[in-house]
């Protein structure tokens, strides 16, 4: 399935949201529905214990793994509400609410409950701003889902509170075991959904774990496999946390070293784009454009101690943003089967910056 020619591609493509809305929903609606190849990495417990992912996972049996199927049902969910064609709206919502039933989430959950590890804590991130997408969407047939996401909450606020209770020290590496993306995604939907006593464990362990933080080393960013910037995630989860007037000084401190040119404000080089590590390196762009939109905003609101950091920002978010689009919606599966995820979130922070 050709999913290029519904979006403009190349440097002077338009990166608003609604030039790429069909393509989008094309993209998820074709992973959310394709179910091999799929990495399972279920933990067998003995020779019988042989089944089939979507037996395990009948929520999220597509779209290459758990975490990717997760946050493809995020996307299109998302772009119900946005505002698609009406044959893919019809579509998606369909098999929404095929997949998303109040049966199938409370298997997801009781899944997750029995196995407290797994997909920590990205997979976690992803469905916890699934939970609060579906219960804020101002689309009625995806908001009519919501109830049946109660005991998937329910876990995931104890599952999350156990891990930073029982963790001295987060992870800071730049791909799903990072600690402080995970935090913010869970962080803005404990908020949503009015989960206050999770947004304190959060707010918690972010200062905590971050709080101290000076003088991050972005030189040493990135590795050949890295969809996420190590800094640049923490700094996007202590914008969320602290006010103004605490987080221009944090930020002050930890972004000192953020200078013109640096290659974390610059797209990556991707040399093969059917290799599934290197294919990270688009998603980097598409994540540090999204990030720095948000740590720009948060900077200039902070005063005029940030602007100067704010501008460089600013200039290269949009470079990182172009460089990673075409991908989402290539042939590659590797790169096809979550890349268009972060790049809507990336168009969501280049427009609320905008207003």
């Known amino acids: 399935m050709s999913h290029s020619d519904p979006a403009p591609t190349g440097a002077s493509a338009d990166l608003g949201r609604s030039a790429w809305a069909a393509g989008f929903a094309a993209?998820?609606?074709?992973?959310?529905?394709?179910?091999?190849?799929?990495?399972?990495?279920?933990?067998?417990?003995?020779?019988?214990?042989?089944?089939?992912?979507?037996?395990?996972?009948?929520?999220?049996?597509?779209?290459?793994?758990?975490?990717?199927?997760?946050?493809?049902?995020?996307?299109?969910?998302?772009?119900?509400?946005?505002?698609?064609?009406?044959?893919?709206?019809?579509?998606?919502?369909?098999?929404?609410?095929?997949?998303?039933?109040?049966?199938?989430?409370?298997?997801?959950?009781?899944?997750?409950?029995?196995?407290?590890?797994?997909?920590?804590?990205?997979?976690?991130?992803?469905?916890?701003?699934?939970?609060?997408?579906?219960?804020?969407?101002?689309?009625?047939?995806?908001?009519?889902?919501?109830?049946?996401?109660?005991?998937?909450?329910?876990?995931?606020?104890?599952?999350?509170?156990?891990?930073?209770?029982?963790?001295?020290?987060?992870?800071?590496?730049?791909?799903?075991?990072?600690?402080?993306?995970?935090?913010?995604?869970?962080?803005?939907?404990?908020?949503?959904?009015?989960?206050?006593?999770?947004?304190?464990?959060?707010?918690?362990?972010?200062?905590?774990?971050?709080?101290?933080?000076?003088?991050?080393?972005?030189?040493w960013e990135r590795s050949g496999h890295d969809f996420l910037s190590a800094g640049l995630a923490e700094a996007d989860l202590m914008r969320a946390v602290l006010p103004a007037d605490e987080f221009a000084p944090w930020a002050r401190s930890f972004l000192v070293q953020v200078t013109e040119g640096d290659a974390v404000l610059t797209p990556t080089v991707v040399r093969d784009e059917n290799d599934p590590q290197q294919v990270h390196l688009f998603g980097l762009d598409l994540s540090r454009a999204g990030s720095a939109r948000r740590i720009a905003d948060a900077l200039r609101a902070a005063g005029a101690d940030g602007v100067e950091t704010a501008a460089l920002l600013d200039a290269a978010a949009d470079s990182l943003l172009a460089a990673g689009l075409a991908a989402s919606v290539g042939e590659e599966y590797y790169s096809t089967h979550w890349l268009a995820s972060f790049a809507w979130d990336a168009m969501e922070a280049r427009e609320h910056a905008a207003r």
Request: glycine share 6%; charged share 20%; aromatic share 10%.
């Open 27 to 219: 993209v998820a609606l074709d992973n959310i529905t394709r179910e091999y190849p799929y990495a399972s990495h279920h933990t067998t417990s003995g020779p019988d214990d042989r089944a089939l992912p979507v037996e395990l996972h009948p929520a999220f049996a597509t779209s290459y793994d758990w975490h990717s199927s997760v946050h493809m049902h995020w996307l299109a969910a998302r772009l119900v509400a946005f505002g698609v064609p009406a044959d893919l709206e019809a579509r998606i919502t369909s098999v929404l609410q095929a997949h998303l039933s109040e049966a199938h989430l409370a298997t997801e959950a009781a899944y997750l409950r029995a196995t407290p590890h797994y997909e920590r804590p990205y997979g976690w991130a992803w469905l916890m701003r699934l939970a609060a997408e579906v219960s804020a969407s101002e689309a009625p047939a995806v908001r009519a889902l919501a109830p049946g996401f109660a005991p998937v909450v329910e876990v995931l606020e104890d599952l999350v509170t156990r891990w930073v209770d029982g963790a001295a020290h987060p992870v800071r590496h730049g791909v799903h075991s990072n600690s402080a993306f995970g935090l913010l995604l869970v962080l803005e939907g404990a908020r949503s959904l009015g989960r206050h006593d999770l947004v304190a464990t959060v707010e918690r362990a972010a200062r905590e774990w971050f709080g101290a933080d000076a003088g991050w080393p972005f030189a």
